[in-house]
Nanobody
């Protein structure tokens, strides 16, 4: 069974940094695009950053220049380095990945359980 597990969230002051990790486990044949989403209280879930299997990236305008998405394909792990954090970055951050399990050889979209990021002013 394929799972995504996030880690690295927490409480940080404005201007600080955090690094989130998302590890995929299970019998995985391949992982295609991976992404970070976030959802603040009372708001819709929004895309923060996305990275393809080849390493191409794209970011929401609100985080460009402050956040960096990366992945280690050998470890089936994705990262989000968040610098110059602002109170408006406070949200639950979710990792998302398009994964092909060995058992089915079909692509499915998986979500992690979420990790809380709180930025105090």
């Amino acid at each position: 069974q394929v799972q995504l597990v996030e880690s690295g969230g927490g409480l940080v002051q404005a201007g600080g940094s955090l690094r989130l990790s998302c590890a995929a486990s299970g019998t995985i044949f391949s992982i295609n695009a991976m992404a970070w989403y976030r959802q603040a209280p009372g708001k819709q879930r929004e895309l923060v950053a996305i990275i393809t299997s080849g390493g191409s990236t794209n970011y929401a305008d609100s985080v460009k220049g402050r956040f960096t998405i990366s992945r280690d394909n050998a470890k089936n792990t994705m990262y989000l380095q968040m610098n110059s954090l602002k109170p408006e970055d406070t949200a639950v951050y979710y990792c998302n990945a398009n994964i092909v399990p060995f058992t089915t050889r079909s692509e499915y979209r998986y979500w992690g359980q979420g990790t809380q990021v709180t930025v105090s002013s």
